[in-house]
């Protein structure tokens, strides 16, 4: 311990001081945070990748042996796979379409002052805070169960035919649904991201005669441009797990209807007990996950130096 | 001109946020309904707390309610013993490699979780760790623990180096420093971490769904099991589900401001 104390004062962040005098107390504070990650990233990983390229089912121990690019193969052969892969981009697609531009339009919406905004806030982002299986239950019976959900009801006192949202429209209710959940937090960080934009250069744009069509595409929308961005980028990586939501409403169907790639690597894993077929999905995921990863860390990287 | 602006801005204003709401607070109204009330949509009936009576009495819900307790908190300690020793070291004696180590510890957290479902299951498995709550505090320890390291590097930063400065030269020891005035410094923003990660475990629902079944299950894993046909009870559900939900929905309240920094992980302020 004496020799931390005996150190010459030490600066915040740039400091020359402390960049000479690596000692192993230092290491040691930073170590267990980054052995335990260095774990957790590698060893799972590693497996996955090596479970992806042997047969390996546990419900036949007899398969064993190095498979190649097999378990790809069946995988991509597989009737529910494109449909996996089709059905995991159109509900990131809409989520992430809906979030935008409706959070977007809600941030403009809340900057400004009316009665009872900060209470009005704490409803918005409400949702973001229910666990998923809540979410999705809530959703499923009392919203819009066919009999005694509350849009059938409103249908009925229309005297319109009341309609079987899971049955007929699978896909378009878990879209309602993560969407739902998912809104509040685009909100939260682009209506966070636009107080600090300057009032003084929206006065500038009114003077010049600006309406409100141009002072939302040339001053706010440009503003907005890097929050968007991090609101995509965190969504993708989030909206590429969804599970629960599928788990405690439809279990993937009807058919394959609701299989997302996260889905249908549990029903090959865990389900089937398939563990090369579903290792080769996983491993999908992660692709498809380090591609947007790649930008947000990049533009991470940017936001430290500009520190 | 410019009141009527702000009326209807605020109307629909208000407008959205019921609707955003309304799921919730139809929730929390079923929760005090008899459960042949709960079929009907009527707003006006006679409360009672017999689904609570019930959920408590037919299921093992206190047992449920506590593996959250456990796992959320636990999860968070943990996350602070690996996080704080690190976040110190990283804001107060950075090296050049500081700024890479900070980036990489976030990008574990861009792997989708289902990309290692199956090995982990396997480990789980061999362990002896499926349904049990070591084995779900682990799991959530190492995915909040780029937040928590984020989150408490950026608190440090904001503390002035000055203030440790002047007491170590006033004399004060190593501890007297860290517990007489940087503790207090960062208290307030690592409190608002802690709420974070509590929140994120509570709600996590992948792992609890996979990992565990009866006895280790958390409240999400927990509500899950009313998804099938015959656990199709609303006013129970209803009551189950509120109080899983209200507590953290008034951490969450509490810690709006820190959340945007949390998720973001600064990217946004």
Not at chain 1, 193 to 201: P, T
Not at chain 2, 227 to 233: A, D, K, Y
């Amino acid at each position: 311990m004496s020799v931390a104390t005996q150190q010459p004062v030490v600066g915040p962040v740039g400091a020359p001081a402390s960049a000479e005098k690596p000692n192993l107390l230092m290491a040691l504070l930073e170590a267990p945070s980054i052995i335990a990650l260095l774990l957790w990233m590698i060893v799972p990983l590693a497996m996955t990748i090596y479970f992806s390229f042997i047969r390996y089912s546990l419900l036949n121990p007899d398969i064993s042996g190095f498979a190649g690019i097999e378990n790809y193969q069946f995988l991509t052969e597989d009737e529910s796979f494109w449909p996996a892969i089709i059905n995991t981009v159109l509900l990131m697609g809409a989520v992430l379409i809906i979030t935008i531009v409706v959070g977007t339009l809600l941030a403009v919406l809340y900057d400004r002052e009316f009665f009872g905004k900060n209470v009005a806030t704490l409803l918005v982002i409400a949702p973001f805070f229910v666990m998923p299986t809540v979410s999705a239950l809530i959703w499923k019976n009392f919203i819009m169960h066919p009999v005694y959900g509350l849009i059938a009801f409103v249908l009925h006192k229309l005297g319109l035919p009341a309609v079987d949202w899971f049955g007929d429209y699978p896909l378009i209710s878990i879209i309602i649904i993560v969407s739902w959940e998912w809104l509040p937090f685009a909100f939260l960080i682009l209506f966070t991201s636009l107080k600090s934009l300057d009032q003084e250069q929206k006065e500038a744009a009114s003077i010049d005669g600006a309406n409100a069509f141009q002072l939302f595409f040339f001053i706010i929308v440009p503003h907005l441009q890097r929050a968007i961005g991090v609101v995509v980028m965190i969504e993708t990586i989030f909206l590429l797990s969804i599970f629960a939501e599928i788990y405690t409403t439809t279990s993937g169907g009807p058919g394959h209807a609701t299989t997302n790639l996260a889905f249908l690597v549990y029903s090959l894993g865990i389900q089937q007990f398939n563990v090369g077929i579903a290792s080769a999905g996983g491993i999908l995921a992660v692709i498809l996950a380090n591609i947007v990863a790649y930008f947000l860390v990049k533009m991470l990287a940017q936001n430290l130096k500009g520190r | 001109m410019k009141k009527y602006g702000t009326l209807i801005f605020g109307i629909v204003g208000w407008v959205i946020a019921l609707i955003m709401f309304f799921p919730i607070f139809w929730m929390a109204i079923t929760a005090f309904k008899t459960e042949q009330g709960a079929y009907s949509p009527d707003l006006i009936f006679v409360p009672t707390l017999e689904s609570f009576k019930d959920v408590f009495a037919r299921s093992n819900y206190l047992l449920f309610v506590m593996n959250s307790i456990y796992v959320s908190i636990g999860s968070t300690l943990v996350c602070f013993l690996f996080a704080i020793p690190a976040a110190y070291k990283m804001s107060f004696f950075p090296t050049p490699k500081t700024q890479g180590r900070l980036l990489w510890m976030l990008s574990t957290k861009m792997m989708p979780a289902v990309g290692v479902l199956v090995p982990i299951y396997l480990l789980f498995r061999s362990f002896g760790l499926l349904d049990n709550l070591f084995g779900l505090i682990v799991i959530y320890t190492l995915m909040n623990l780029p937040i928590a390291v984020w989150m408490s590097y950026t608190y440090f930063c904001e503390i002035p180096a000055a203030i440790l400065e002047a007491g170590r030269i006033d004399g004060a020891t190593l501890w007297e420093e860290l517990w007489y005035l940087l503790r207090p410094m960062c208290l307030p923003g690592l409190s608002s971490t802690g709420l974070i990660l509590i929140i994120f475990a509570w709600n996590e629902a992948f792992w609890s769904i996979n990992l565990t079944s009866a006895n280790a299950a958390p409240l999400t894993a927990f509500i899950a099991s009313y998804s099938s046909p015959e656990g199709l009870f609303w006013a129970k559900l209803s009551a189950a589900s509120l109080l899983a939900v209200a507590p953290i929905m008034v951490l969450g309240w509490l810690t709006q401001k820190q959340l945007v920094q949390g998720l973001t992980f600064g990217a946004v302020k």
